[in-house]
């Protein structure tokens, strides 16, 4: 891949200090597709209650937690799977989401497999408040908000940018561009990789 | 019913505002919609203020008592203290590997008196994933000298556990962890059930857990709250179910999204404790970030019961500030049905009598305690018959299996929940568990294997939610779960006698 895996390390400025909060996060050619789920996406259709036998913290279980992102999707509704089948990574670090995505359970399941399957970003007009919180806390996902219902505007596979810095999304092929809320100080906090890592960066606690 | 009159008016302390709705035909009577006005921040520490009296709901009194402020307000964040944490089997493993890559192998716990750990999930299964992570919690129990851990060891019968008890958000009410005015967080998005004993309880993940397991405080928001008040008389043929189906129907299952939830008025002080935890228990199918009941003799006479460990009860203030005002008439509510896919998907349970059922499923934290039980069985003593589906019954915990084959059924000439199920035809009561609520690994009793029509007490319905991701699941109460049960439908209880 000639990308830019968008690595979390490389928009930390050099030597600690704060974050900048200047990246644009999908920079390479084949890594920014989009993946569209629609409204009331909930964490037993990101992560069903099969796999939470996986522990997060454990990383072989990690990875493997990644392959099943998105599984519980309903086929009929879904042609595309967000994860091929023998993969265990996703072509598709952009999911645009509509409303109240990652309601239901807590389970931090939920924002883990999708990070460890390769998604960045997920873009949707409200989240459910846990879900938002894990994304956070972890450091696994960056929530965006929009108040566009953009599953509606584009398609899954569509390549787009997405602009943090200006907090602007972009359709590669037609350059139209939609407008982000800002993601405000939760994004150096994912940034870090979640809330320790941010809390030892920014001296809130001791390093050991 | 207190029949509702034709203007209301209430003012809002503080803000010198007055709303008025009028009289709809509707049951469900929104009052007012309105932000609350922030009081102006003061710079000045209340020590050099003095007491600052301002009018709060329960929520805002509890975390301000949590977080050494004479008052909060919402929206503001503050670091409240943790009076206990729940884990269970499916989070806890997780939560102690990010307290232990994040604090140091040689890092104690806060607290182990405080850390509550609940074995639940997946118990009942040859998964031998599953089957470790309870090795897993025993490991971490002993480690770090971890007080409450309900165990179990011998998988082959629940029975020969003593220490076993079941669903968590059950077991903590019954084992006397609940109490009013305490903050409890657990790793389970249903964790809020314990609001119905007037205290703060809301579901976190994994990282949060392991920074309170840690040090004992967790950084959060103070939601705004709304209220609900349910009045009118409570028709024979509802339960609490109804009620809370009724509620997010009404708000949908964005509704309450980082707001606290806050049931009063006749109906909720005439429930039960059960009733209450079942209202409380499924806000966050609303959204919401936590459920309260105000604290009553109800409340107190359980916890009593079940705990000496002393507690301060807190209620709102008169005159405190909600974000919105509900008002329900209970007796113009008919009994319901969320249909798949939405716990919002709210529909009337006889405008759904074309609906073939597959099987009915009695249990979980929201519908598989003592007197889900006891409606369930009355119903069908009352009907009489045999269920025309499987009908799978799964008592919450050990309590409740007991109450099943000890307890006789009020009206039921003398026969317990067992015995009446037995003659209806239904599936001996199994194991207690979460079984197949979330449906879980694939060899969990009454998982949903298969893309079938099921009647449930459970709180979700969401795409493969009981297993199957083309099954469909109609959430409802006992006593509508009962009636489909005997009709082979979806059906009203009205047509079987209660």
Request: with cysteine; proline share 6%.
């Amino acid at each position: 891949m000639k990308d830019v895996q968008y690595n979390r390390t490389t928009v930390w400025p050099l030597g600690g200090g704060q974050p900048d909060n200047c990246y644009t996060l999908i920079t390479g050619l084949d890594t920014y597709k989009t993946y569209l789920a629609l409204m009331n996406i909930d964490t037993d259709q990101i992560i069903p209650a099969e796999y939470l036998t996986l522990v997060p913290s454990k990383p072989e279980e990690y990875e493997k937690l990644g392959s099943y992102a998105l599984i519980g999707l309903p086929t009929e509704l879904y042609e595309k799977r967000f994860i091929e089948e023998g993969r265990m990574k996703t072509q598709y670090p952009i999911v645009i989401g509509g409303q109240n995505f990652g309601c239901g359970s807590s389970r931090e399941h939920a924002p883990v497999a999708m990070g460890a399957a390769g998604a960045k970003v997920v873009v949707a007009q409200t989240y459910a408040r846990i879900f938002f919180r894990n994304c956070v806390s972890t450091g696994e996902l960056y929530p965006c908000e929009t108040d566009l219902r953009l599953c509606e505007e584009l398609e899954t596979g569509e390549e787009v940018e997405v602009d943090m810095n200006k907090d602007v999304l972009t359709v590669l092929a037609t350059g139209k561009q939609y407008q982000l809320k800002p993601i405000g100080e939760a994004g150096p906090v994912v940034d870090a990789g979640g809330i320790f890592e941010y809390a030892r960066r920014t001296g809130m606690m001791k390093v050991a | 019913m207190a029949n509702l009159v034709d203007t209301f008016s209430s003012s809002f302390a503080g803000t010198g505002l007055t709303f008025k709705r009028h009289k709809s035909q509707r049951c469900v009577q929104q009052v007012c919609r309105n932000a609350i006005a922030a009081p102006p921040a003061s710079s000045r520490t209340p020590s050099s203020t003095g007491v600052v009296k301002k009018a709060l709901t329960m929520t805002e009194k509890i975390l301000a008592k949590h977080s050494n402020n004479t008052s909060v307000v919402p929206g503001q964040n503050i670091w409240t203290s943790v009076d206990k944490l729940m884990t269970h089997d499916v989070c806890g493993p997780g939560t102690f590997g990010i307290f232990q890559r994040e604090f140091g192998e040689n890092a104690q716990v806060w607290d182990p008196t405080k850390i509550v750990i609940i074995p639940d999930h997946y118990i009942f299964t040859s998964d031998p994933r599953a089957n470790r992570n309870v090795d897993i919690l025993r490991d971490m129990v002993n480690k770090y000298g971890i007080k409450y851990f309900y165990d179990i060891t011998d998988r082959s019968d629940f029975r020969a556990n003593p220490d076993y008890k079941g669903v968590c958000h059950i077991a903590l009410a019954q084992e006397g962890h609940c109490k009013p005015g305490e903050v409890l967080f657990g790793t389970d998005s249903h964790t809020c059930n314990a609001g119905a004993f007037g205290q703060f309880a809301t579901g976190i993940g994994n990282t949060d857990a392991g920074f309170i397991l840690g040090t004992g405080k967790l950084l959060i928001k103070v939601p705004p709250t709304i209220r609900f008040v349910l009045e009118g008389e409570m028709p024979s043929y509802l339960l609490a179910k109804d009620l809370i189906l009724q509620i997010i129907g009404e708000i949908t299952v964005a509704g309450g999204t980082y707001k606290a939830m806050e049931f009063t008025g006749p109906v909720i002080e005439a429930m039960t404790m059960e009733d209450r935890m079942t209202i409380c228990n499924m806000v966050v199918e609303a959204g919401g970030k936590n459920g309260v009941c105000p604290p009553d003799e109800t409340t107190f006479d359980y916890v009593r019961q079940r705990t000496d460990e002393p507690f301060e009860a807190v209620h709102a203030d008169s005159g405190a500030g909600y974000i919105e005002e509900y008002r329900f008439d209970v007796s113009k509510i008919e009994p319901l049905v969320a249909a798949p896919h939405s716990p919002d998907n709210r529909r009337n349970a006889r405008d759904c009598r074309d609906v073939k059922i597959d099987r009915v499923y009695i249990g979980s934290c929201t519908g598989g305690k003592t007197e889900d039980f006891m409606a369930a069985a009355k119903l069908l003593h009352k009907a009489g018959g045999q269920v025309k589906v499987p009908t799978f019954l799964v008592p919450a915990t050990q309590r409740v299996w007991a109450d099943l084959y000890g307890m006789p059924v009020a009206g039921c000439d003398g026969k317990t929940a067992a015995q009446i199920f037995e003659a209806a035809g239904c599936d001996t009561p199994a194991p207690p568990s979460c079984a197949a609520c979330l449906g879980g690994p694939k060899d969990t009793f009454a998982r949903m294997n298969e893309p079938q029509v099921c009647v449930s007490t459970t709180n979700r319905n969401f795409p493969g939610r009981m297993g199957h991701k083309d099954g469909q699941v109609y959430l409802a109460s006992p006593y509508t779960a009962a009636a489909s049960a005997l009709a082979g439908t979806v059906a009203d209880p009205r047509d079987y006698g209660v």
